[in-house]
């Protein structure tokens, strides 16, 4: 069983920017793969970027390409979104997610992030 805690999520204007965390229970945190996903109201849940065991490999989708950088650190079993010029668009819930094998298993509960224009 693995628990994850999102934070960081909050009310920012357009341009501006703001660091997502996602905190993970669990010894075995550095054996596999993160991923960041959000959802819009009224919108299908979307991939936004994903990282692989030891940070060397990293994914984007190509709506944040550029502006948002996904890392992690083992030693604090923590995984990071760090969102740049944000646009009112990138508004939704975003969800720290693992993937331990072929698909992403385990979700936290999200947190808010809102770009007003």
């Known amino acids: 069983q693995v628990q994850l805690v999102e934070s960081g999520g909050g009310l920012v204007q357009a341009g501006g920017s703001l660091r997502l965390s996602c905190a993970a229970s669990?010894?075995?945190?550095?054996?596999?793969?993160m991923g960041w996903f959000r959802q819009a109201p009224g919108k299908e849940r979307e991939f936004v970027a994903a990282?692989?065991?030891?940070?060397?490999?990293?994914y984007y989708a190509d709506s944040v390409k550029g502006r948002f950088t996904i890392s992690r650190d083992n030693a604090k079993n923590t995984v990071y979104l760090q969102m740049n010029s944000l646009k009112p668009e990138d508004t939704a819930v975003y969800y720290c997610?693992?993937?331990?094998?072929?698909?992403?298993?385990?979700w936290g509960q999200g947190t808010q992030v809102t770009v007003s224009s």
């Open positions: 997610a693992t993937k331990r094998s072929q698909s992403y298993d385990y």
């Open positions: 990282i692989n065991w030891s940070g060397g490999s990293t």
């Open positions: 669990g010894r075995t945190f550095s054996s596999y793969a």
